[in-house]
């Protein structure tokens, strides 16, 4: 399998309250998020959503789709959600919010594994393309999330 590592951070010129509650809304993302085709509610989880698993559709520029789940392992209200994927990609991912003045700065962490062999194959070759495409569906994010909260984007930076 082919591993990764993506961070990116977005800048928004938004109350932390409405960022957390519009990342946490998952289901909620394919109105606003471009690259996001479908979010499916399977479980619940508690009153914060642990426990919660969603079936995630993306849909990449590059023609390919990508299907996981991901189970949310964690929750601080304001400070970060956590979840574990399994499915086309396995790994985990974690959103971290805080904020600096009139800013609210989301860190998101994907360290995945790629699980379909014909992504593996193309690994050594494309793993450039895949980060690319990676960081054009965040970036996507980052102005549908300012769009939808009728924020400023202030930056998005990507490593």
Known sequence: M???????VWHIEAPIHDVCAAIQHVVRWPQWWQGVERIEALQ?????????VLRCTWKSRMAYRL????????????????????GELEGVGCWRFSRH?????VRYDWRVRTTRRWMNLLAPVAR?????????????????????????LLGVTQR
């Open 2 to 8: 082919a591993d990764y590592n993506f961070v990116t």
């Open 101 to 105: 003045g009139a800013v609210t700065v």
């Open 44 to 52: 619940t989880g508690d009153h914060r959503g642990v426990g919660s």
């Open 67 to 86: 299907t996981f789940d991901v189970r949310i392992t964690r929750v601080e209200p304001l400070l970060l959600v956590e979840g574990v994927a399994s």
């Open 128 to 152: 450039t393309l895949f980060r690319r495409n990676h960081d054009a569906l965040m970036r996507a994010g980052a102005h549908g999330l300012a769009h939808m909260l009728g924020a400023r």
